[in-house]
C-alpha cells in the first residue's frame, strides 16, 4: 500500500494556531502530531506580582468564548487560600452564570462547527443556505445563554461583575425574573436540538477512555465537587499535582497532560456525562431516554449528542435557579488578605480547568498554575485521530482529511481546531 502524508500546514478561522501531521504506511499510522505552534501567552506570569483581587478580571481575558470558566476556577481557588466560604444563594448565582456560558459555548461548537461535518457541508455558511431554519433556531438558543451572561455578569464577553467572595452586585429578582421567558424558549429549542443531533449518522468508533471529571453528592458538575475518574481516582483539587502532570512535546508549545499512574485521558462532556449522568435534571435524563443515549457511551463522535444533552440540562437548571431566586443578604463575602495557598477545579464547556495561587500576607500573587481542558486532551486527540486513520486507510485522500478533522472537532479544543477551512497537502509514497 506504501506511504502517505497527510499534512496540514494551517488551521485557519482558530483560537490559536496549529496544524495536523500524519504519515502512514500500508495501511497504518506511523505517526500523528496534532501541532499546536501557538507562542506562549505567559498569563500565569502576567498574574505573579498582581493583588489577588485582580485575577477575575485578567483571567477572563484568556478566551472569549468560556471566560466564566477562567473566573470561577480562579475565585474559588483563591477563596480556599484565603478561607472564603460562600452561602448558597450565592453559589447557585455562579451556576447559573456557568449555565450561560455552557449555553452559549457548546451552541456556538454544535451549530456553527460541527454538525457541518455530520450534514455534509464546508461550514455554516453552506449549511444554511438549505438550512436557515436550523442555524436560526441555533443563534436564539446562543442569544438566551449570552442574556444570562450579560444579566449576571455585566456583558456577555468577559464578564465584570464577578469578584473573589461573590459578585460586586447581585441582581434583583425581578431583574431575573425577566431571563424567564427566554430561557423557556431556549429550553424547548435545546430538546428540538438534542433530537436533531441523536438522528445523525456516526461512525461506528469506541474508545476506552480513561474519564476524569468533578463529581458532586448533590449536582451535575459545574463549580464544585471532588476529581474523580473512571479508573477509580478521587480526590480534593489540592491533590491535583500529586496525580496529574504536565509534559513537553517536541512538535506543541502546549504542554500535554497525563495522569501520573496510567497515562492519557479525556475531560470534557463526554467524561462528565459518563461519570455524572445521575445528576441530570428530570427533563435532561427523559429526552436521554428517548433519544437512546446510554449512560455509558464511549463515541466520541457522538459527542455532539452528549453537549447538546448538556444544553438542556444547563436551560432547565438555569429556569429552575431563576424561579427559585432569593436574593442574598450581600452580592459577595468580604476576604482578608493572608499568605497562603489555594486550588481548585471547576467544568469549563471543554473540561476540568484547575488554577492554583500562591499569595504573600499582602494578597500578592507569588505563584499561578492555570491547566485549560485542551492540553488536557490534546494526547487523546491525537490517540483518536492514529485510531480513526487505522480503520479507515482504504478511504481516499479527501474523505480521510475530513474524517480526520472531524475526529478532532468531536473535542471543540480551544486552540482552536474547529474549522473547516483547511488547506491540505497529500505526499504519496
Known sequence: MGRRTIKVNYLARVEGEGALYARIKDGRAEEVRLEIFEPPRFFEAFLEGRMYDETPDIVARICGICPVAYQ???????????????????????????????????????????????????????????????????????KAGNTILQVLGGREIHPINVRVGGFYRAPSRSELRQLIEPIQIARERAVETVKWVAAF?????????????????????????????????????????????????????ALHSVIKERGHYLVGPMARFNLNADKLTDLAKEVCHEVGLSALCRNPFQSIVIRAV?????????????????????????????????????????????????????????????????????????????????GHSEMDDEALQWRCEQSIRNYDPCISCATHFLKLDIDRI
Open 310 to 390: 448538556e444544553v438542556l440540562h444547563a436551560c432547565d437548571l438555569a429556569l429552575a435557579l431563576v424561579e427559585t431566586y432569593e436574593e442574598p443578604d450581600a452580592p459577595y463575602v468580604e476576604s482578608t488578605p493572608k499568605a497562603g495557598e489555594g486550588a481548585a477545579c471547576t467544568e469549563a464547556p471543554r473540561g476540568a480547568l484547575y488554577h492554583r495561587y500562591r499569595l504573600d500576607e499582602s494578597g500578592k500573587i507569588l505563584e499561578a498554575k492555570i491547566v485549560p481542558p485542551t492540553s488536557q486532551n490534546q494526547a487523546m486527540i491525537e490517540d483518536d485521530v492514529r485510531e480513526v486513520i487505522n
Open 72 to 142: 470561577m476556577s480562579a475565585v474559588h481557588a483563591l477563596e480556599n487560600a484565603l478561607d472564603v466560604s460562600l452561602p448558597e444563594p450565592l453559589r447557585a448565582l455562579r451556576r447559573l452564570l456557568y449555565c450561560g456560558e455552557w449555553i452559549e459555548s457548546h451552541v456556538l461548537h454544535i451549530y456553527m462547527l460541527h454538525a457541518p461535518d455530520f450534514l455534509g457541508y464546508a461550514g455554516a455558511v453552506e449549511m444554511a443556505k438549505d438550512h436557515r431554519e436550523i442555524v436560526e433556531r441555533g443563534l436564539q438558543l446562543k
Open 201 to 253: 449518522d456516526f461512525p461506528e468508533f469506541e474508545v476506552d477512555y480513561e474519564f476524569v471529571a468533578l463529581r458532586h453528592s448533590e449536582h451535575y458538575p459545574m463549580n464544585e465537587g471532588r476529581i474523580v475518574s473512571s479508573a477509580g481516582l478521587d480526590i480534593d483539587a489540592d491533590e491535583y499535582e500529586a496525580h496529574f502532570k504536565e509534559q513537553h512535546v517536541p512538535h506543541s508549545t
